[in-house]
Nanobody, 116 residues
Framework: QVQLVESGGGLVQPGGSLRLSCAAS????????LGWYRQAPGQRELVATI??????NYADSVKGRFTISRDNAKNTVYLQMNSVNPEDTAVYYC???????????WGKGTLVTVSS
């Protein structure tokens, strides 16, 4: 069983920066594709993904502002958020997918609020 725990959320002013972290328990973290998703009132949407091989993908709304990265030695995936705006306000969730089994694991989320 894999557990994912997000941290780093909070209140940030428009134009500011924030870094989210997601720490995973268990082994074989390097065999997981990882992603950040967010949910404001409404549907959960993809923010960014990073494969086990390190390839990244971003939603158009965050390209050039957010960066996803992973540290397999620390079993952690990060989301660096720069130039945030109020539309980035949401609960941010971390997801891990085992590339062999296809099983998905989700964290419980961390709230990011962008407001002056």
């Amino acid at each position: 069983q894999v557990q994912l725990v997000e941290s780093g959320g909070g209140l940030v002013q428009p134009g500011g920066s924030l870094r989210l972290s997601c720490a995973a328990s268990g082994s074989r973290f390097s065999t997981f594709d990882l992603g950040w998703y967010r949910q404001a009132p409404g549907q959960r949407e993809l923010v960014a993904t990073i494969t086990s091989g390190g390839s990244t993908n971003y939603a158009d709304s965050v390209k050039g502002r957010f960066t996803i990265s992973r540290d397999n030695a620390k079993n952690t995936v990060y989301l660096q958020m720069n130039s945030v705006n109020p539309e980035d306000t949401a609960v941010y969730y971390c997801k891990g997918q085992n590339i062999w089994s296809g099983l998905d694991y989700w964290g419980k989320g961390t709230l990011v609020t962008v407001s002056s």
